[in-house]
């Protein structure tokens, strides 16, 4: 005979009662099939596990032993049941979230996540900061359960990738650049033809295509001449060159204050049609649990979120079949 869990229950009841009838009034079986699972058990086991008496039944030294052991193994599988229960309502878990560095700027971003920690306090929260093509990578390969991020370099099959948030693009120039020298000019949005002739910084398409691509294609609409000086993994990095007087370059709103010191940040003319997005990435067959949860409450969060122009959000993922 193999033990199962039942013959631990048909023992603790046992056990517990001190009497095999009244065990197994309240297990709902019959005496006789009781007392004969609880000796094809001992013979299993090779021990004698109750002393019987008149008036029921009692520990041996093995049964208090076997008792400590059963107690335990039910005890531990009530709490696997117990934790996957809350596991499948999304109450509880380990959650890793990748942000890329422009999109941890966004107040948003940690607007959710603290969200997140006060509703859910049992959903373990791992966040890490990578940029847009390797979160994507790791969500993909399930080593990241989500990602925020801007605008996707690539939509592998079976990601979802969900605008939240939109904002405008701003020019980040060195605080000694001719763009910045006038204060009162410095509330004037620049038009593309005052690029002509500068050098640019920008992340490197693998990092920010959107920006990249869309600035660079603005500029050959317009037929303003640019140079790009440097290309960068990330928007961090890009801000650290342009404070190091590099080049210029063009950032979301808001990574405004960066660098305050070395940086001014001018807006640029709506003809340029620069926004940056705020992206939510998940894989669609593992939106369960705690994933789940994360991405309702950043959608719900998102939608209520104040921002400049109203305006809901848009998904630029597949759509749902």
Do not use: W
Not at 58 to 68: C, D, H, K, P, V
Not at 158 to 185: I, K, Q, W
Not at 266 to 291: F, I
């Amino acid at each position: 005979m193999q033990i199962e869990l039942r013959h631990l229950r048909y023992f603790l009841a046992v056990a517990r009662s001190g009497h095999i009838t009244r065990a197994a009034e309240a297990l709902g079986i019959q005496q006789p099939p009781l007392s004969q699972q609880i000796k094809a058990l001992e013979a299993q086991l090779g021990v004698q596990l109750l002393r019987r008496h008149p008036k029921g039944v009692e520990l041996t030294e093995a049964g208090r032993l076997f008792q400590a052991e059963a107690e335990r193994l039910v005890g531990d599988l009530a709490g696997m049941q117990e934790r996957m229960r809350a596991f499948s309502q999304g109450i509880r878990g380990t959650l890793a979230v990748g942000f890329t560095s422009s999109a941890a700027a966004h107040a948003f971003t940690p607007h959710a996540l603290r969200m997140c920690r006060g509703r859910h306090p049992d959903i373990q929260l791992v966040v890490s900061e990578n940029n847009a093509a390797e979160i994507t990578e790791a969500i993909s390969a399930q080593r990241l359960h989500c990602g925020i991020l801007r605008v996707p370099v690539a939509q592998p099959e079976g990601l979802r990738f969900d605008t939240l948030l939109e904002e405008p693009s701003v020019l980040a120039v060195p605080r000694d650049h001719r763009l910045a020298r006038d204060a009162e000019r410095r509330r004037t949005p620049v038009a593309l033809r005052e690029l002509q002739g500068e050098t640019l910084v920008l992340a490197r398409r693998p990092g920010a295509p959107g920006l990249y691509a869309n600035l660079l294609a603005a500029c050959a609409r317009e037929n303003v001449e640019v140079r790009v000086a440097a290309e960068v993994d990330r928007m961090m990095t890009n801000l650290n060159l342009v404070a190091a007087g590099v080049g210029i370059s063009v950032v979301p709103a808001s990574m405004q204050g960066t660098h305050g010191k070395a940086i001014v940040y001018r807006p640029l003319q709506r003809s340029a049609q620069l926004t940056a997005p705020l992206t939510l990435v998940y894989r669609e067959d593992a939106c369960v649990g705690p994933t789940l949860t994360f991405v309702n409450l950043v959608k719900a969060a998102a939608k209520a979120y104040p921002r400049p122009e109203a305006a809901a959000p848009r998904k630029t993922g597949r759509p749902r079949p």
